[in-house]
């Protein structure tokens, strides 16, 4: 049996892990939408954990290593129903602002009684207070609104770094701003709005997000998130069938680790150790008899985000090749004989991570052409692309109009692409051109689509997956098997190198705004298993003869744990 061994796995987080890196679980809370911390010199808060439970109108205090939950509004939760966007203001005497519909308000933590400072003409989400301006951002509007706090009055705006409900705070001369809908948290400029990084969360739909100061270290940035859930319960009074669907709140917070890459143009967040199992078991459609076969499957990638720790062979034994730099289990079988019974893959342990790169379109007006060997490999139809087809070279053209920049072309192509299909699962994967008549297409549909157009606009690209681990980051230890493979695709930039694009997340409403989070960006649970090259061959493809012919696959996750800061 092959085993390959590379460097031990990070030191994952101890059981016994400091509340800077546990998940807290407030008890008896049903959706936090608003985060802020005390400073030490805070004689009645220290440097605590308040908290917004916006459904019952709670303002909490939280225990970081206990999740104790205590409510400091016992006799005023009226006051605080439906907020959100909680900000402490570190000041002579500490103040709370928070957002309720259109109005920002504040209070003291002596008498948490608010008041009404400022209404806007759509609902306020978030507020922050650095010395004498104050943000709200209001998705409605689509911006962050600046106003004085001397005058009450808009002293300007940046645009809103998504497209979601947004909180924010403020860090030195940073702000810190968290979307629901991009799954993402951004670094703005507090003095022009540029943005100067993003990460990707671990979780969906964070509410919240504050800074715990740590004279020690670094501070600790912690994100709420909150949403629904749907799980089975078991209900007596239906003796026919008990067990049912229902539908519970899920919320909790989070410490969000990252680390920025300023010279490569990303950044990487929240990682695990993940132990990845793929198998096949020989179970023929119809008896063969196959002579010297050779089977092989791609094993995980080393990239920016991915790191293959180690891999050994399960059932039998397989030797390795390199294709374009990928890393491959061969598998040899003399003969195969009708009936015979296998099991045959590989097991791995994978460092995974989120990844999100910060590439603006004036970052690549003056790249060089693409060469003339990725044009031959990556600008042609060598995947049933269907790009000679009236309707393909049609939606090629609609799809940028009259752009010209490389990033811009591709968003385009993005967005026109979700303008024309809805998700859903097929039988069989169809060329892009019935796709785009059908309006209705899988991942490895919209993927077959994206890479046509992209191709036909002179943009390289590639496919890439393979499958993606259940995202329940929380589940650790757990064998946890996913619903079906998945597919996404790279673009290349000239000067610069490869760059990911999901092929259908982000098309989650009618005609947009759509979220961008998963462009130039990947989330932590995707497993990288074949860049640009074949999943997985077989020599008997020449006979006619798939793999779906011959074998059933078996694919798991378990995480293994978190891993430390990257």
């Known amino acids: 049996m092959l085993v390959s061994h590379q460097d031990p796995p990070q030191i994952l987080i101890p059981p016994n892990q400091p509340h800077q890196w546990r998940m807290i679980r407030p008890l008896g809370v049903y959706e936090v939408s608003g985060l802020a911390f005390g400073q030490e010199k805070d004689p009645q ?15 909490l205090q939280i225990d970081p290593a206990t999740d ?9 939760v009226e006051h605080f129903l439906d907020a959100t966007g909680l900000f402490l203001e570190d000041s002579a005497t500490p103040t709370l602002w928070f957002c309720r519909e259109d109005g920002v308000y504040c209070c003291t933590l002596l008498e948490l009684t608010p008041q009404l400072m400022l209404r806007l003409p759509y609902p306020a989400n ?11 951002t209001c998705q409605k509007a689509g911006y962050i609104l600046l106003f004085d706090r001397a005058t009450w009055r808009q002293v300007g705006k940046f645009p809103a770094p998504g497209v979601g409900i947004e909180n924010i705070t403020v860090r030195g001369d940073e702000l810190w701003v968290c979307d629901r809908t991009e799954q993402s948290v951004y670094c703005l400029d507090r003095s022009t709005g540029e943005l100067r990084f993003n990460l990707l969360t671990p979780f969906g739909s964070p509410t919240g997000l504050a800074f715990c100061p740590n004279p020690q270290s670094e501070d600790t940035l912690y994100i709420a998130y909150a949403t629904e859930e749907a799980y089975i319960r078991d209900n007596p009074n239906n003796r026919d069938n008990s067990l049912e669907i229902a ?12 680390r920025v890459h300023q010279a490569e143009r990303y950044a990487i967040s929240n990682g695990y150790l993940l132990e990845v199992s793929y198998l096949e078991e020989l179970s023929p459609l119809d008896a063969v008899h196959l002579e010297n076969l050779e089977w092989r499957m791609a094993l995980p990638a080393n990239t920016a985000r991915q790191t293959l720790k180690s891999v050994e062979a399960i059932g039998l034994p397989f030797t390795e090749e390199v294709q374009q ?61 269907a790009m000679d087809t009236p309707v393909v070279r049609r939606a ?3 799809a940028i109009g009259t752009e010209t920049n490389l990033l811009r072309k591709i968003l385009k192509i993005r967005n026109y692409v979700y303008e024309r299909l809805s998700y859903g699962i097929q039988a069989r994967i169809d060329t892009p051109d019935v796709v785009l008549d059908r309006g209705v297409g899988s991942c490895g549909e919209y ?8 191709r036909l606009n002179g943009i390289a690209c590639r496919t890439v997956g393979r499958y993606k681990c259940p995202a329940t980051a929380d589940q650790q230890g757990v064998p946890l098997q996913p619903d079906y493979n998945h597919v996404w695709l790279e673009f290349y930039i000239p000067g610069f190198g490869w760059v990911p694009m999901e092929s259908n997340p982000d ?12 462009f130039m960006g990947l989330p932590w649970n995707h497993i990288e298993l074949g860049k640009g090259i074949p999943f997985e061959t077989t020599s008997a493809r020449s006979q006619g003869i798939r793999i779906g012919d011959l074998a059933l696959n078996h694919v798991r996750f378990t995480i293994l744990g978190e891993l430390a800061a990257p």
């Open 126 to 136: 978030g507020v922050a207070v650095s010395e004498e301006t104050i943000y709200i």
């Open 396 to 398: 090629a053209r609609e």
């Open 45 to 59: 808060l220290g440097n605590g954990l308040l908290a917004l439970d916006t459904v019952r109108g709670y303002l």
């Open 247 to 258: 539908i519970r709140d899920r919320t909790f917070i989070h410490p969000l680790h990252f």
């Open 325 to 385: 730099d990928q890393r491959v289990a061969v598998f040899h079988f003399s003969t195969l004989k009708p009936g015979e019974a296998r099991l045959f893959g590989w097991k791995a342990q994978v460092e995974v991570h989120a990844i999100k790169y910060l590439l603006t379109p004036q970052d690549v007006e003056d790249i060089p052409a693409l060469s003339p060997e990725f044009q031959a490999r990556y600008l042609v139809d060598d995947d049933d692309l």
């Open 68 to 76: 104790n939950t205590i409510i400091l509004n016992p006799y005023g």
């Open 507 to 518: 098309d989650v409403t009618e005609r947009g705004p759509y979220p961008t989070r998963f």
């Open 447 to 454: 993927v077959g689509v994206l890479l046509a157009l992209a």
